[in-house]
């Protein structure tokens, strides 16, 4: 069973780097894609981008000027740094799995890390 | 972007009741839409994909249908264990877009 962990720091101040790594167990992170969503407090859910296990990347629009991913095979890991941060960043951020039959789906998360942006 | 509106915004049922939730895609999307359930505190689940594969381990009384702009969530017989949120989010274009959700709650 693939088993995706968060890890990071859970404050940041304003207009710092907010830094997060995704740990992948129970499964090679070779030949998927690997996401960033968030959901602040109440509201919906916001696909950040992905990467893929050989490092391209896709960013959605509003982030792209402030983002950055990068995918370490030989860890297992994936990492999300999300520079210039406001308390608009304030947000559980999951990382997920890219799953592919014919189409492509979400079907693993990580349980989700509370990031607040505060001074 | 392609953007995606669910309706309801919420519900109100009871168990047993036949729940149906549809999701509509601003511009064609096939049949590249994912159903995902939220409870509170937990990150999503995956329920369906390709608008209508049950994903492993899903009961069957969720059922996925539709292709195009207009694709709909059915649970057959709500369950107290589906009292949730439930997301569409569609595969077709990156940006991958969700749907505003959809809140199930107890009447």
Redesign the interface.
Known sequence: QVQLQESGPRLVKPSETLSLTCSVSGGSISTYYW?WIRQPAGK????I??IYSSGAT?Y??PFKSRVTMSVDTSKNQFSLKLTSVTAADTAVY?C?RG?F???????F????ILVTVSS | DIQMTQSPSSLSASVGDRVSITCRASQSISNYLNWYQQKPGKAPKLLIYGASTLQSGVPSRFSGSGSGTDLTLIISSLQPEDFATYYCQQSYSIPWTFGQGTKVEIK
């Not at chain 1, 039959?101 to 079907?107: E, I, L, V």
């Not at chain 1, 998360?109 to 989700?112: A, K, L, P, R, T």
């Open positions: 996401s919906g859910l916001d696909w981008g992905r896709h959605n629009a999951f997920a799953g039959s014919g189409s492509y789906y979400f079907d998360w990580g349980q989700g």
